[in-house]
C-alpha cells in the first residue's frame, strides 16, 4: 500500500567508511523526502526528490532517486560521529493531501 | 525565526490521568501534524490539520484520543484517560502547505505510570 520499506534497519561503521541507506516502495513515489533525527531529537529535513533519476548532493551527502520513482537512497561520504542519528525517508501518504508516510528509518552509529 | 514549540518536555504522570499536550506552530505554517515515536511501532502520524481543520485523523489509536485546533496558533492533543501504553515521544510539526518539508517541535516525552 502506502509503505515504504527502509533497510537496513541498523548499521554501524568506523569514521570515515562511507554509508548507504535505501528506501523501497511497491508502487511509484509522487516524490520522496529524507530526514535525520539525532539522538534525543526531532527529525530534521534534509531534502525533497522529485524527478525521476535525480540526485543531489549536500556536502558529504548524495541522494538519489530511482528512475522508475520506488526507491531512493541516501549515500553519505567518509562518515564522522557528528553523521550519527537515524535517518528516515517519508512519502506522500496518497489519498489524504499532506500526509507523510515516514519508513522505520536506519539507525547510524559511528565508531571513532 | 521560532520554530514549532512543544509543551511540556516531559510529562510523567499515573494512569487514568487527563495528559493535554500543546503546540505552537511556525507562524504562516497552515498544515499541523501530531506524531507519536516508539521503540516498537516507529514514527506514526495521528491527525493533521489544513487550516485548523482536521483532514485525517485514521492514525488517533482510539477514542481515549483527541485534538484540536482553535486557531492558527495553537494545537492541543488530548489523551483521557491515560494508560501506561501511551507512553512515547509525541512530535508536533508543520508545514507551509501540503507536501512542503515539515518542521518539528523537539517533542514531548510522556511516561504513563
Known amino acids: 500500500g502506502q509503505q515504504v520499506m527502509q533497510i537496513p534497519q541498523y548499521q554501524h561503521v568506523q569514521e570515515g567508511e562511507d554509508f548507504t541507506t535505501y528506501c523501497n516502495s511497491s508502487?511509484?513515489?509522487?516524490?520522496i523526502q529524507w530526514y535525520k533525527q539525532r539522538p534525543g531529537g526531532h527529525p530534521v529535513f534534509l531534502i525533497q526528490l522529485v524527478k525521476s533519476g535525480e540526485v543531489k548532493k549536500q556536502k558529504r551527502l548524495t541522494f538519489q532517486f530511482g528512475e522508475a520513482k520506488k526507491n531512493s537512497s541516501l549515500h553519505i561520504t567518509a562518515t564522522q560521529t557528528t553523521d550519527v542519528g537515524t535517518y528516515f525517508c517519508?512519502?506522500?501518504?496518497?489519498?489524504?493531501?499532506?500526509?507523510?508516510?515516514f519508513g522505520q528509518g536506519t539507525i547510524l552509529t559511528v565508531h571513532p | 525565526d521560532a520554530g514549532v514549540i512543544q509543551s511540556p518536555r516531559h510529562e510523567v504522570t499515573e494512569m487514568g490521568q487527563e495528559v493535554t499536550l500543546r503546540c505552537k506552530p511556525i507562524?504562516?505554517?497552515?498544515?499541523l501534524f501530531w506524531y507519536r515515536q516508539t521503540m516498537m511501532r516507529g514514527l506514526e502520524l495521528l491527525i493533521y490539520?489544513?487550516?485548523?481543520?482536521?483532514?485525517?485523523d485514521s492514525g488517533m489509536p482510539e477514542d481515549r484520543f483527541s485534538a484540536k485546533m482553535p486557531n492558527a496558533s495553537f494545537s492541543t492533543l488530548k489523551i483521557q484517560p491515560s494508560e501506561p501504553r501511551d507512553s512515547a515521544v509525541y512530535f508536533c510539526?508543520?508545514?507551509?502547505?501540503?507536501?512542503?518539508?515539515?518542521?518539528f517541535g523537539d517533542g514531548t516525552r510522556l511516561s504513563i505510570l
Open positions: 517519508a512519502r506522500e501518504g496518497g489519498t489524504s493531501y499532506g500526509k507523510l508516510t
Open positions: 510539526a508543520s508545514a507551509q502547505l501540503g507536501y512542503q518539508p515539515q518542521h
Open positions: 508502487t511509484t513515489l509522487s516524490n
Open positions: 490539520f489544513n487550516n485548523n481543520v482536521p483532514i485525517d
Open positions: 507562524s504562516g505554517h497552515n498544515s
